[in-house]
């Protein structure tokens, strides 16, 4: 009766799986439309642009996991089929200009910054709508809405510059695989074989960290070799200008170890033609920092003795949706949660929604708020400390790599091994 049962269910999902590659095969082709758009504004208020779209050669995104359900990050892409009005594709993302706009520069200037998306070709003309998460209380309202019609001759289809793109881990067809790129960010022409040997170094930290450790085989690593003028990268506080690749630098937001570039039009010339699920840019300097945000990028340095540490930790910013939980760290921002409502990372509580987080995960008869003594110390629980506040956010382990480069707390490998599920289109 059991094995009935099963078969039975094997059936079910396999006709599932089939339906689903049929809803991209009646929606989509196999490239990517790529969206690049302006986001402009201040602390009190954000408007979205289009800058240009263009046609790229691959999609090695899901073709089965078409909408994205993790309610992750401050904005999200959605395409509608325009006869229809169904929605045919969903995909949450951070950027860096949000960060910008909790700083303090942000309440006296008014600013404009590039931002872009990929989803796949639609073959018929779509709507497409950028939302953003309003603050004050969390829903996503549209801040763009707009017809596209994938015949357009203002839609460009040319070529962009042939990088060298180096295979350093290939384990199958990209729609069901996690794609990671490097992109080599102030090395010169003479430094490329240092780039390739630094990303292969990188790949074997991820693999030594669980829970990647257990899904090596869901991922394909590329590197792309961008040659830049100089070696290094800006620190504008020190008066230090290179003239690289990504234009990245230190000092973002004024924080000296806060290491990131606005540029994400270049970041996405240097992608268009490899698969692309997450990125890291890959910076040739030995200095202490990096950034990364959800569904963004993620950058770090290369030669710091700490720096396995800091990519796996940004990684976790950007592929996983994942909170800094530390609190006592000097950071550019003010007002960053809304301690009146659930924040939207899967790792960091406010106590609002906690049944939505990781409470299942919790041993049995834990309180919470977990008190930090012997008992609970190096166990799942809800200790107090987390998302740059000491007071109201609380955290699922004391240490984790989110904090202070320990192991992935449960509530962190959780999020990780479901976004390597949804990225290599299982269920997820
Ligand atoms: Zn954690």
Redesign the pocket.
Known sequence: MRTKISLFLIAVLCSLNGVAQKAFNKHFEKKSLRIDFALSGNSAFQAAAIQQLRQEPVWGGPVKNLTDRFNYGGYYVNLYDKASGELIYSRGFNTLFEEWRSTEQAKNETQAWTNSVSVPYPKRTVVMEISARDKADMQFRPLLRTDIDPTSIFIDRGQLKDNKITRIQYEGDPSEKVDLVFLAEGYTAAEQEKFIADARKFTESLFDTPPYTSRRKDFNIWAVSLISEDTGTDVSGKGVYKNTALNSGYYTFGVDRYLTTPDMKSIRDAVWNVPCDAVFILVNTDTYGGGGMYNFYAIGTADNEQTQHIFVHELGHSFAG?AD?YFSSEVAYQDFYNLKYEPWEP?ITTLVDFDSKWKDLLPTNTPIPTPLNNTHKDKAGVFEGGGYLSKGIY???DH???RDYAP??P??SRAILRMIDFLSDKPY
């Open positions: 994942l939980e790792n955290r699922p382990m984790c790599m989110m992935f707390c509530a962190c």
